[in-house]
């Protein structure tokens, strides 16, 4: 295996319902936040993080994001992207078997509408040593608002994941970040059908293999998916510039 992890898988296939008033019929990663795109935000925290190997999965408006990538101040970044394309909803899971053939033997996944305040080297690191197909980065509920747990956390190990549970002995979300062996994938693959199917699935069968190991974050992230959420961003993100 590789001692680190050189690329990350951003899902955008969403429509971004909550925020069109926003939006106003583009994809949320196109919203602006003082004056650039939370795409382009994005990619450069990305960057920072030392990760140049991008795939982005789209599937709402797909075409608004290509052309984005093409203007000057996204090329500046310097950064290797490659487009994964949905020609209808796939879900979490979809997307990235839709997005094999890009894929590194280990990648990063995150979401197109999240803000993470993790250091990815420390969680690649912590995935290389465990020797584990998949790593989850969590945060506890407590740190965030309008969330409901769905991890339960025992020792340090993910022992269940069950997405809008009210069981209090769950304590932990998940993040934002997570990392694959692109191997676990090729059972799917082998007999895929382009069909809508969430991560879930894969997550709950690496829970019950012993392959899934947890990471911990004490910051709290941040996401563009409300018209609240997008406020509280810009003001972190003026703070950050």
Same mark, same amino acid.
């Given at each position: 295996?590789?001692?680190?992890?050189?690329?990350?898988?951003?899902?955008?296939?969403?429509?971004?319902?909550?925020? &069109?008033?926003? =939006? $106003? @019929?583009?994809?949320?990663?196109?919203?602006? /936040?003082? +004056?650039?795109?939370?795409?382009?935000?994005?990619?450069?925290?990305?960057?920072?993080?030392?990760?140049?190997?991008?795939?982005?999965?789209?599937? %709402?408006?797909?075409?608004?994001?290509?052309?984005?990538?093409?203007?000057?101040?996204?090329?500046?970044? +310097?950064? +290797?992207? &490659?487009? =994964?394309?949905? $020609?209808?909803?796939?879900?979490?899971?979809?997307? /990235?078997?839709?997005? %094999?053939? %890009?894929?590194?033997?280990?990648?990063?996944?995150?979401?197109?509408?999240?803000?993470?305040?993790?250091?990815?080297?420390?969680?690649?690191?912590?995935?290389?040593?465990?020797?584990?197909?998949?790593?989850?980065?969590?945060?506890?509920?407590?740190?965030?608002?309008?969330?409901?747990?769905?991890?339960?956390?025992?020792?340090?190990?993910?022992?269940?994941? $069950?997405?809008?549970?009210?069981?209090?002995?769950?304590?932990?979300?998940?993040? @934002?970040?997570?990392?694959?062996?692109? +191997?676990?994938?090729?059972?799917?693959?082998?007999?895929?059908?382009?069909?809508?199917?969430?991560?879930?699935?894969?997550?709950?069968?690496?829970?019950?293999?012993?392959?899934?190991?947890?990471?911990?974050?004490?910051?709290?992230? %941040?996401? /563009?998916?409300?018209?609240?959420?997008?406020?509280?961003?810009?003001?972190?993100?003026?703070?950050?510039?």
């Amino acid at each position: 295996m590789k001692k680190k992890i050189k690329q990350i898988l951003i899902l955008n296939g969403g429509t971004g319902t909550r925020v &069109k008033s926003i =939006s $106003k @019929g583009r994809p949320k990663c196109l919203i602006k /936040i003082c +004056n650039k795109t939370f795409l382009y935000l994005q990619l450069g925290e990305i960057k920072r993080q030392g990760i140049k190997d991008i795939v982005i999965s789209c599937g %709402y408006k797909s075409q608004m994001i290509i052309d984005e990538i093409k203007k000057k101040y996204i090329k500046d970044l +310097n950064l +290797n992207i &490659k487009i =994964s394309t949905e $020609k209808k909803k796939l879900g979490t899971g979809g997307a /990235i078997l839709n997005a %094999y053939k %890009y894929l590194d033997d280990c990648f990063f996944v995150t979401y197109g509408d999240s803000w993470l305040n993790v250091n990815y080297k420390e969680v690649g690191k912590k995935f290389i040593n465990s020797k584990k197909s998949s790593i989850m980065t969590l945060i506890n509920v407590s740190s965030v608002k309008n969330h409901r747990p769905n991890i339960l956390l025992k020792n340090d190990k993910i022992v269940s994941y $069950k997405k809008n549970n009210n069981d209090k002995s769950f304590k932990y979300i998940d993040y @934002g970040l997570i990392a694959f062996k692109k +191997n676990i994938f090729l059972n799917f693959k082998k007999n895929f059908v382009l069909k809508k199917f969430d991560l879930k699935k894969i997550i709950k069968g690496l829970i019950k293999k012993n392959e899934l190991v947890g990471h911990v974050v004490k910051k709290k992230f %941040y996401t /563009i998916g409300t018209p609240e959420d997008i406020f509280q961003f810009k003001k972190i993100i003026k703070k950050v510039k």
